[in-house]
């Protein structure tokens, strides 16, 4: 290290890659910049999609997997993990084995289906997902649907949503906290709700205005790195909290009115609208 220099901490992304750019590992390194923060990633798959869909899923092999990240926590002053898209069983297996050492914070965003309902998560890997894993998870990010599946259970309401963040938390000891996002919930309303559930009995709610776009592939990714990105700039977590879903608001908002799509349909967010 030179002297005088200043300890740089790196954000380390690792999830699926969307060569589009609306999602997956290229929404986290755009939103991480965005938010002034040094990223690095790992790409756990390589995909086929664009706005109507994902077409095909290639995972890498777990071993290659584990070395791109091995290669950057070797090298990186790494502090904050955010987690996407892993795949297959063998990829979950291989990340719980190699993060049970890490004693940073680990965000992870569930990825287990597109908006479309294509899964993507391979060979019913849930319990894997358990037992390995998500006992070594410091945050959870799950949509609606997301959720279900973790529990096992159906959810019509907030009041389901939020018992269901509770009983993640129970089963967990290293979970500190589950964003219930409410997008999906009451998709009627004019109000978005966000929820942090805490150990405690601890309640936040971030509330945002429902914006009309036809932009808004890869919400999912940029939510949860908007959140990691501000949890490594120091924020406590209500603040970081709160921070994401301004975050939301602002890029939805910000390329409301472009087309990059042909199809005029679930185009990707413009992060390059944003910065800070």
């Known amino acids: ?38 990223a690095a990633a790992a790409i756990t798959c390589l995909t086929v999609q664009n706005s109507r869909g994902i077409q095909e899923i290639h995972p890498l092999p777990p ?54 309902g294509q899964s993507l998560l391979q060979n019913k890997g849930i319990p894997v997902l358990k037992e390995t894993l998500l006992r070594r998870v410091t945050i959870l990010t799950p949509n609606i649907g997301e959720l279900e599946q973790l529990t096992g259970n159906t959810i019509n309401s907030t009041k389901e949503a939020l018992k269901n963040a509770e009983l993640l938390l129970e089963d967990f000891p290293l979970l500190l906290a589950v964003v219930v996002k409410g997008g999906h919930l009451e998709s009627g309303t004019d109000i978005i709700q966000d929820f942090l559930v805490q150990r405690g009995g601890r309640l936040h709610e971030s509330k945002r205005r429902r914006h009309k776009s036809c932009n808004l592939h890869g919400t ?27 975050y939301m608001d602002r890029i939805i908002q910000a390329g409301s009115q472009d087309c990059l799509v042909k199809s005029g349909n679930n185009g990707p967010l413009s992060h390059y609208r944003l910065t800070g």
């Open 1 to 38: 290290m030179k002297r005088n220099s200043v300890v740089t901490q790196t954000l380390f992304t690792i999830a699926g890659s969307d060569p589009s750019g609306g999602a997956g590992i290229q929404a986290d390194l755009k939103t991480m910049t965005s938010l002034g923060v040094y």
């Open 63 to 116: 071993v290659f997997v584990r070395d791109q990240i091995k290669a950057v926590l070797e090298d990186h002053h790494v502090t904050h993990i955010k987690i996407g898209m892993t795949g297959t069983m063998e990829i979950i297996e291989a990340l719980g084995k190699l993060l049970e050492s890490f004693p940073g914070v680990v965000i992870y965003d569930p990825v287990l289906a597109s908006t479309t």
């Open 220 to 246: 999912g990714c940029t939510y949860a790195s908007a959140l990691a990105s501000y949890l490594c700039l120091g924020r406590d977590m209500v603040a970081a909290f709160q921070g994401a879903g301004d």
